[in-house]
Structure formats: structure tokens, C-alpha cells
């Protein structure tokens, strides 16, 4: 399912481009929109909702047109922002409600609605408390309740994971995962963080200075095999096995990439399916012992540095 089409936009500041002739298609589950500051992340998600009309180009988003089809496209997407707009008095289920409530839902169901979300993202017995009083961990598990309150199809979430310590983002990243899949929601997420993208998402987009490094699916563009790593256990009463092996799997032909005294064997091009006891046998005749071999998939960072040379 195709949710977003990108041609040829364009987004200009006066002198300044942030975004450069973009072409992408997003598909259906989880995406990460990635990249440093100054990207053009925040700017593609204001011309996605409407809130901006770009230079140049075109974008549909759920096949609509932001501008034109503004009101139609506002009922069915949201928007989780980076920036905290959340207002400090209030408590947590007013809040959620109240958004419902403009996005066209009826009171009482937004009511029941806001408190189901809170509970979901693990607020039910702080719905009541102030916002202002909750940590920025809970802060943005507000807003992202507020973003699916009112059954989105689609939601774009502005850097969610900003500010958290690495527990705290593990558990909004584990979240945003559980809502996509358990109530069908489609999310764009921001980032600049690569490990999280990789983490959730299934389809990512990769900007740099507002041009497209890399659109795709994720494991589509991470399925190609980049070797094999072979990992020796250190053994006392054969201090001399690993180098052993290392030394065998180069007499027999491989590319073996090592570094330093690491316990770790790296084989870039991988080895032939024909030869693939060579690696036990190898262990074996020095008297090593195996910890793992494992074949190395491409990650987002090889995939940028590869399009980026």
C-alpha cells in the first residue's frame, strides 16, 4: 500500500533549499524519516500535512492532496510534534480528550477513547496528573496518545524519542511498534538516531541537507549479505589457536579481516556454499573453540555510506 508519493519536491527559504527535487514512495507499516538537523525532516512533515505548499513538485499523502484536499486529509491523519506545545495545567485526560474531541469524535467517546490511550501507553493511573508534573518520558507518551486518539490512519511523529534516557526510548520505540501493528496505525517517525530507525521501522527515508540519500524498504535494502563473522573463545592452554585459524582460512584462499588481537574473525565476500565446513575444520584442527559464526547483514549506516560515496 503505497501511503505517501513524492516527485520532484522542492521546498525553498529565500536562498536557502531545504528540500532539493525529493522522489520517494512510502509504503505501508512503520517509517523512518532520517537524518541530522537541518535535513529537511520537520519540513517534509509540514508539507505532508498541508501546513506548508512546497516550491516546487508534488506529494499525496493517503492519495490526497494536502493543500487541496486539506479538511478530507485532517480526519484521517496526526501529528505527535517535537517541540513542547503541551499545555502544564492540564491533566493528561483532558488533554486527550479535548484533541479527540477536534478531531471530530463525540464527547463520550472521546472521553472513554482518551482514557483507553492513556492506559495503552502505560499512563492509566497518571491520566489524572498534570502534565506539567510528568517527566519528559511521560510527557512524550502523551503525545503520542493525543496522536491516536482519534484512530488516524497515518501518523507523523516528530523526533518521539528526543530527550530520553536509553531505557525511557526503548520502551516509546517498543510503543510505537505495538500501536502500528495491533490497531493498524501507519507512522512516519523522525529521526536522526539510525539504531532506533533500524530497531521499529519497516521503511525508511534518508535525507541529508534536504536531498534523498536512500528510500526503501528496510530489509529489502539491509537482506544483502555483507560476509561472515567468526567469533573464537580465548583458550589458556592454547593461547596461539586463534591465530591458527586465522592463518588456515587465509592458506585456504579467504579474505580474512581481523583486528588486532580480537577474538573476532571478519570474512567480507563470505565463503562458498561448497566450502562451508572449511571454517569448522579449521577451528577444529587448531583446537579452538567456536563462539559463533554469523552471517553480517548490511546496516542503515553501510547502506548510507555506500549511496553517500
Not at 112 to 123: E, H, N, Q
Not at 129 to 139: F, K, L, V, Y
Not at 240 to 268: H, Q
Request: glycine share 8%.
Amino acid at each position: 500500500m503505497e501511503l505517501i508519493t513524492v516527485a520532484d519536491l522542492t521546498m525553498q527559504f529565500g536562498h536557502h533549499r531545504a528540500l532539493d527535487s525529493v522522489d520517494f514512495t512510502v509504503h505501508s507499516g512503520v517509517t523512518g524519516l532520517v537524518g541530522a538537523n537541518g535535513a529537511g525532516k520537520t519540513t517534509f512533515m509540514s508539507i505532508a500535512l498541508g501546513l506548508r505548499k512546497p516550491t516546487l513538485g508534488t506529494i499525496r499523502v493517503l492519495d490526497l492532496e494536502p493543500i487541496a484536499d486539506g479538511a478530507e486529509l485532517r480526519s484521517l491523519v496526526s501529528y505527535g510534534p517535537e517541540r513542547n506545545i503541551l499545555p502544564d495545567e492540564m491533566p493528561a485526560v483532558d488533554f486527550v480528550k479535548h484533541l479527540a474531541e477536534v478531531r471530530g469524535m463525540p464527547r463520550k467517546e472521546a472521553k472513554t477513547r482518551a482514557s483507553d490511550i492513556l492506559w495503552l501507553v502505560g499512563l492509566g493511573e497518571e491520566r489524572f496528573r498534570a502534565i506539567g508534573t510528568m517527566s519528559t518520558g511521560q510527557r512524550q507518551r502523551v503525545k503520542l496518545a493525543q496522536a491516536i486518539a482519534a484512530d488516524p490512519k497515518l501518523v507523523f511523529l516528530d523526533e518521539p524519542t528526543d530527550g530520553l534516557d536509553p531505557l525511557a526510548r526503548e520502551e516509546v520505540l517498543t510503543l510505537i511498534r505495538q500501536v502500528s501493528e495491533e490497531y493498524g496505525i501507519h507512522i512516519m517517525i523522525s529521526s536522526h538516531l539510525l539504531e532506533e530507525v533500524e530497531q521499529i521501522c519497516d521503511n525508511i527515508v534518508v535525507l541529508n541537507a534536504g536531498k534523498l540519500i536512500v528510500a526503501g524498504k528496510l530489509d529489502e535494502l539491509t537482506g544483502q549479505s555483507t560476509g561472515i563473522e567468526i567469533e573464537l573463545v580465548r583458550i589458556d592452554d592454547q593461547p596461539d589457536a586463534i591465530d591458527t585459524v586465522e592463518r588456515s582460512l587465509r592458506e585456504a584462499g579467504l579474505a580474512v579481516v581481523r583486528e588486532a588481537e580480537s577474538p573476532v574473525l571478519r570474512i567480507p565476500d563470505g565463503i562458498p556454499e561448497e566450502s562451508s565446513d572449511l571454517i569448522r575444520d579449521a577451528v577444529a584442527d587448531a583446537g579452538a573453540r567456536l563462539q559463533r559464526i554469523q552471517h553480517r547483514r548490511r546496516s542503515l549506516e553501510d547502506i548510507i555510506l555506500d549511496t553517500s560515496s
